[in-house]
């Protein structure tokens, strides 16, 4: 791994330990009702994805079991069309694919 993916990734971990740590013990329904809190969600998303962008076509290539594509279109979802966001798949995104992510990056030495 070159020194930006490595860069790129330790923000990546940064922000998935920041959305860990944001969401736990919340339910759905906080989640839904907190307006500061889908907010500060879409930014940690936002900002995975920007990194992802600038990650190496030789990276995604030997890391294909995420869906870095996917990561991408989020961010541009968000950046460009914020009004187009559900905050249930958000949430879902959350849940299910965040903590995917986390053991992903735990094959790093950060």
Sequence with gaps: MNNRDAAQIE???EEV???QKSVLGKSKEMFLQDELLQRAMTMALITIGECANHL???FLEQNDEIEWFKIVAVRNIAVHG???????QI???LIDDIPVLNSFLKGFAL
Excluded: H
């Design 11 to 13: 923000r990546i971990a």
């Design 17 to 19: 330990s920041f959305i």
């Design 56 to 58: 190496s076509e030789a």
């Design 82 to 88: 914020y009004w187009q966001l559900n905050m249930e």
């Design 91 to 93: 949430w879902q995104a």
